[in-house]
Each structure stands twice: as structure tokens, then as C-alpha cells.
């Protein structure tokens, strides 16, 4: 699990980093969703309760893979981390 929260908690840095990037325009709401959900993730791992399967967040993964670019470095690292997080 450790390994899983350290690549989610990246994940989450890159996310930040991209919606830094994009001033002066104010950042894509979907990467602040994505963002604030990928936080609310790794902050479940923190407390050491992982929910059952079926109650894990998946929008994020089907929304990343219909409607970004597939060659996206940012969404396909956000993928293996969230995959890391189903696997668990």
C-alpha cells in the first residue's frame, strides 16, 4: 500500500503542476476535480482504511481515458496510479 500512496501522492503533484501551468487563464475544472479527487484518494490511504472495491472512485479513470488525448503523459501516469489504487 505504501508503494500505491507514494505514486498516487505524485500523481496529485503533477496535477498540481499543470494546473500551475496554465495562468493566466484560470485552470480546467476538470483537472481541479480530477485533482481534489485523486487528494481525497491518497488521504483515505493516509488513514489506513481502504474501502471495499465497489466503493473505490472510478469516474476518473473512464473520464481520462474518453476524453484525453491517448499519448498524454499526465493522464496515462494518473491511470497506473489509480489502477495501483484498485489493485489493492
Excluded: C
Excluded at 14 to 28: F, G, H, K
Aim: hydrophobic share 40%; aromatic share 4%.
Amino acid at each position: 500500500m505504501d508503494k500505491t500512496l507514494k505514486f498516487l501522492e505524485h500523481a496529485v503533484t503533477l496535477l498540481d503542476e499543470e494546473i500551475q501551468l496554465t495562468p493566466p487563464a484560470p485552470p480546467s475544472p476538470q483537472l481541479v476535480n480530477i485533482r481534489e479527487e485523486m487528494q481525497a484518494i491518497v488521504e483515505v490511504l493516509r488513514s489506513g482504511t481502504l474501502p471495499q472495491k465497489a466503493n473505490r472512485v472510478s469516474g476518473i479513470r473512464r473520464m481520462i481515458v474518453d476524453e484525453w488525448p491517448t499519448d498524454s503523459q499526465l493522464g496515462n501516469q494518473l491511470l497506473d496510479a489509480l489502477s495501483g489504487y484498485h489493485a489493492l
